[in-house]
């Protein structure tokens, strides 16, 4: 089974979020989380600030990066981002919105990046609204459903992260037949990532070939950081 810890950042701390706006969790105990998630092959490190065109936490991020095995994403919308990032240890990038062009799947997009840092660290977030791709931290919609948009990719980019949207941060289970449908779209690596809560989903998750990114679930203790 391979769950994937997820670190997100904000104004210099971890935090997790609801829906990708309200703030649930927030803690600036660094090394507690370090230590908790330092068993793991690999964490999912995600700066929201990044993200959202709001600043950065680039310290943070090269603190963390020095500590634990990382795939970084959040704001990467440059070649340049992306090498400095794959330079100061991330195992992978995470790209999401600059994947996207006038509203549609940008293959000459993916190309750059994969020829910047290798196909195989370019991970494709393709985060899912109601079965629609939804960018720029998930305040815009796109008429493009989640498999036309995985299926555009997928030649170029070394996997994918799934996110369900609809069941981000709601520890209500995710949307098992969603996930199922885009694995069945893209040919590499997944990993999902939206409400995940039990170990049950963990173990369901890995039986179609795809990883579990936890986060709400991990730091409220609904699953124990040193679960397997």
Do not use: K
């Not at 994403?73 to 006038?102: E, K, Q, Y």
């Not at 409400?195 to 369901?204: A, K, N, P, S, Y």
């Amino acid at each position: 089974m391979a769950l994937i810890p997820s670190i997100d950042l904000s104004a210099g701390r971890i935090v997790q979020l609801v829906q990708g706006e309200r703030l649930a969790i927030e803690t600036d105990d660094i090394d507690l989380w370090i230590d908790r998630f330092a068993r793991y092959p690999l964490v999912q490190l995600i700066d929201l600030d990044a993200a959202r065109g709001l600043g950065s936490n680039d310290g943070l991020v090269a603190r963390i990066l020095g500590a634990l095995p990382c795939r970084v994403g959040g704001g990467i919308r440059t070649i340049s981002r992306a090498r400095a990032l794959v330079d100061a240890g991330a195992r992978d990038v995470i790209v999401g919105s600059a994947l996207f062009t006038s509203g549609r799947p940008d293959p000459d997009a993916a190309r750059s990046f994969a020829d910047a840092v290798g196909r195989d660290r370019t991970i494709a977030a393709v985060d899912s609204r109601g079965g629609r791709i939804v960018v720029r931290g998930w305040r815009d919609s796109l008429d493009v459903p989640t498999a036309e948009a995985i299926r555009a990719l997928d030649p170029l980019v070394g996997g994918f992260l799934y996110t369900h949207v609809d069941g981000e941060g709601l520890m209500q289970g995710i949307d098992l037949a969603a996930v199922a449908a885009a694995r069945s779209a893209a040919t590499g690596r997944m990993a999902a990532a939206g409400g995940i809560t039990t170990l049950d989903e963990v173990r369901r998750l890995d039986a179609i070939g795809v990883d579990a990114v936890v986060g709400m679930a991990l730091y409220t203790g609904r699953l124990q950081p040193w679960d397997p």
